[in-house]
């Protein structure tokens, strides 16, 4: 038996212990996603990377890859499903993607084009979220936030730290600060942090920076997320 799979018929070689999601970004097949960050422990949040095995879903993020399995990723089904994702994504935060600093930079963004999905349907929620701007080198605009957890499992995994948590459960579920006053500036963040690189969307941005390359130059303006992958793959660039 041999190691590997196929996605939409495509043959995926994978080696042991890999999840169908590191198989098929090696390949060079993309699964939309937006909580998996290889340099942390998957957990499937977003379920936006479900796929079908076998003619079962499961996320392709937490879901090991076996020998000669028979994997669908974009089927009508399955895009369908994620563009209502999606939107529930976006019509739950205040998303300013037109003037937002993030804009041509953000994933969930780039993953809405690359499904299709290109305008919200559903009422939106607009909750009221503060902004955080007390810390002197970033600011945290909650009204952003998708709860994806990268900036949680970097600071507890990485920086050794735990400055993020999420509180609350269903709608009323958003990210939470750890420091006495529930502010950025008396937490144990630093913007060197890895916590401060891996956000996918304009929740955690650095100050004194804005706008230096110009909308319709960035990242996505410029390539397909399936071709350029993770938005945090480039956030040196």
């Known amino acids: 038996m041999s190691n590997q799979f196929t996605i939409d018929g495509l043959v995926v070689p994978f080696k042991e212990g890999e999840s169908i999601m590191d198989a098929a970004l090696a390949a060079g097949v993309y699964i939309p996603h937006l909580c998996h960050n290889p340099e942390f422990y998957p957990h499937g949040s977003c379920r936006l ?10 996320t392709a993020c937490t879901t090991p890859a076996s020998a000669n399995a028979k994997v669908e990723n974009e089927t009508h089904e399955i895009n369908t499903r ?49 902004i955080d701007a007390s810390h002197t080198e970033t600011v945290i605009d909650f009204n952003r936030c998708i ?4 900036c949680v499992r970097a600071s507890r995994d990485v920086d050794d730290k735990n400055v993020f948590a999420i509180s609350g459960r269903g709608i009323e579920a958003h990210l939470v600060i750890n420091s006495p006053s529930g502010k950025l500036r008396d937490s144990a963040f630093h913007s060197d942090d890895k916590a401060a690189h891996v956000c996918p969307v304009g929740a955690i941005l650095p100050k004194h920076k804005g706008y230096d390359v110009p909308i319709g ?16 793959q480039h956030e040196e660039e």
């Open 49 to 58: 990377c479900t796929v079908n095995v076998n003619g079962r879903p499961v």
């Open 82 to 130: 994620r563009r209502l994702l999606l939107k529930m994504l976006f019509v739950e935060g205040n998303h300013v993607c037109p003037a937002c600093e993030k804009s041509g930079n953000c994933q969930l963004q780039a993953v809405a084009y690359h499904c299709s999905m290109l305008a919200p349907e559903f009422t939106h929620f607009y909750p009221r979220r503060q």
């Open 147 to 150: 709860l994806c957890e990268l």
């Open 217 to 232: 130059e960035r990242l996505y303006d410029r390539e397909s997320i399936s071709l350029v992958g993770d938005v945090a």
